[in-house]
């Protein structure tokens, strides 16, 4: 009996309703037409009127320190919590532990960043690039902690045992020891943290204040006024760097060896 091809043909229709916007929208972005409807010609105009546009850049500078300082701050916290989360697991404490950190997986990010704001508001503190920044750290880090934790799974404790006896202090094993042998864990978590810090909008939207758009806010205004090729572009080198960064995240969680070991 031949089996079916009824699963293959699901998988590729729903391939093809995810995918083929974004491919449309990358050929777009060559197209020298200001309008979609037709194709004019192949070129690079967009690409070169975006670099004009200071605004964007701006935006752009915002969403890198932003990115970069929630990705350092989620990837210090994170693996500090995967790490008591393993080592301390059982108890009730870490239960709860472990729900606090798994909940901002799964609460819808309006809900995250209405009650972001709402918080910052009760605390009278000022929005802008801190809250931001504070608000992305507040949802990275359980992404890095869930990385770390599953690289977690097959640490072997009697290396820092060894280590212990043979004179190393903590600092000493945890920079020696530890920390390299957890680094492919810690950058997959700290590269997919940077990816989700730089595409969100929701939160970013909630908590952002005067001087603070991130790029997602900047397109959503784009958009809103109306410069279609111009976000064709943007959004095809977005899309470049995300691939890149969740490709490089995979590669090192897929190496379950650490160099050395």
Request: proline fraction near 5%; include cysteine; charged fraction near 10%.
């Amino acid at each position: 009996m031949r089996p079916s091809r009824v699963p293959a043909i699901v998988t590729w229709a729903v391939l093809v309703f995810f995918y083929l916007p974004i491919v449309v929208l990358v050929a777009q972005s060559f197209n020298s037409s200001r309008f979609g409807g037709h194709w004019e010609s192949t070129s690079l105009k967009w690409y070169i009127a975006l670099m004009q546009r200071d605004d964007i850049w701006s935006a752009l500078v915002n969403t890198l320190v932003i990115a970069a300082s929630a990705t350092l701050g989620a990837m210090i916290l994170g693996t500090s919590a995967a790490f008591a989360l393993h080592r301390y697991a059982g108890s009730r404490l870490q239960k709860v532990h472990y729900s606090v950190i798994y909940m901002p997986l799964v609460l819808p990010e309006i809900l995250m960043g209405l009650s972001m704001l709402l918080f910052f508001v009760a605390l009278k503190i000022q929005l802008g690039m801190f809250t931001i920044g504070l608000a992305h750290v507040t949802f990275c880090l359980s992404y890095v902690a869930m990385t770390v934790l599953a690289r977690l799974q097959d640490f072997d404790y009697t290396i820092i045992e060894a280590a212990q006896d043979l004179g190393a202090g903590w600092w000493t094993t945890l920079w020696r020891v530890l920390i390299p042998m957890l680094a492919p864990g810690i950058l997959a978590g700290g590269l997919l943290a940077f990816t989700l810090s730089i595409d969100d909008f929701v939160i970013s939207f909630f908590v952002a204040g005067p001087g603070s758009t991130t790029l997602p806010i900047r397109i959503y205004s784009m958009i809103k006024y109306g410069a279609p090729p111009l976000i064709n572009a943007l959004s095809t080198i977005l899309l470049v760097v995300t691939f890149a960064c969740v490709t490089i995240s995979q590669l090192l969680s897929r190496n379950k060896r650490a160099p050395g070991t």
